[in-house]
């Protein structure tokens, strides 16, 4: 098997992983609030890293032994690095990425406590995939045609799937879209500070700023007991360990071996398996407006995710990667 056709496979059950994730909230949404759901899974992610930091670190010392050339590497592998700027970026940029995930998680909880299905919660959620290369409008950089149409998709696909009987979104609709907003932020951190830190190390620390910060909010706006989170669960243990570290890490192995384009339209179908999980896990059923809606969207995501034209020096021009949320 190849590297290239692995990692694809890699990446796939990652999409499946997370799409999964939904079912895994839906089902908590019945025994815990958002704060206090989010709270504990992002603690358990923050957790799951820890081992694997570790381990990455070790092998490091390791190799150090055999070649004094890799010192560099065991800089990039220890926790906090030694180097004033990377410890900026990465210290910094793990509290922004933790209060934009915090945001982000929480709006989708709140939809999802709301009512809204586990597949449609994954649609709106992934019109994150279309607004961060929107975002180059307040950055002066001038969107592709295709994101243009990819846009116009997604408005079409939004409107089939959640305006029932006139232009009026639902209380959930709406969480769910400054949910997707909070997600664009998230990514556009991710994007600044990505390439002067280590990803695995980012995502522990983002994962422990959203605990701290949706644990206190827990403490302070909801009545979580013992009894509430051992009938979650299962659910806070899937979207801990297996969507947050699992995933996480999967996606950080597959994609050094895969074209990005090829990798974002792979996660784009993290959207149909919350669907798929939806209707085989808990019985969702969507009318078939809403399926349309689903369709429209799908192409508009993946639309957004093609390469875009040339710039003058003629490079090709590719949004911003951004790994799928759940």
């Known amino acids: 098997m190849s590297r290239s056709l692995r990692a694809a496979l890699l990446l796939l059950l990652t999409a499946m992983i997370w799409g999964a994730a939904f079912v895994a909230q839906d089902v908590a949404a019945d025994a815990l609030e958002p704060f206090t759901f989010n709270g504990l899974r992002m603690a358990l992610a923050a957790l799951t890293l820890v081992p694997l930091i570790a381990f990455r670190h070790t092998a490091a010392r390791k190799a150090a032994t055999a070649s004094p050339d890799t010192d560099s590497q065991i800089q990039k592998t220890t926790l906090i690095p030694a180097d004033p700027t990377q410890r900026r970026y990465l210290l910094l940029g793990g509290l922004c990425c933790g209060v934009m995930l915090s945001m982000g998680s929480g709006f989708q909880q709140l939809g999802i406590n709301a009512g809204v299905q586990a597949g449609k ?34 408005a079409i696909g939004l409107y089939l799937l959640c305006m029932q009987g006139g232009f009026v979104l639902e209380g959930g609709d709406i969480l769910l879209l400054i949910c997707a907003l909070s997600f664009t932020g998230h990514i556009l951190v991710i994007d600044r500070v990505i390439p002067h830190v280590d990803g695995v190390k980012l995502s522990c620390i983002q994962f422990a700023v959203t605990a701290v910060i949706c644990l206190t909010l827990a403490a302070f706006t909801e009545h979580p007991t013992w009894d509430a989170v051992k009938t979650a669960a299962i659910p806070i243990l899937y979207a801990g360990i297996l969507s947050g570290g699992v995933g996480y890490t999967l996606q950080i192995i597959a994609q050094k071996d895969i074209d990005p384009t090829i990798a974002s339209l792979i996660m784009c179908l993290e959207s149909v398996f919350a669907v798929l999980f939806g209707w085989l896990l808990l019985g969702d059923q969507m009318t078939l407006r809403e399926y349309l809606g689903c369709a429209v969207m799908m192409l508009g995501i993946v639309l957004a995710q093609l390469p875009g034209e040339k710039d003058v020096e003629g490079n090709v021009e590719v949004p911003p990667q951004t790994p799928a949320r759940s």
């Open 121 to 154: 919660a994954g649609f709106i959620t992934a019109l994150y995939i279309v607004l961060v290369p929107l975002t180059g409008l307040f950055f002066k950089k001038r969107p592709a045609p295709l994101v243009w149409v990819a846009v116009a998709l997604s």
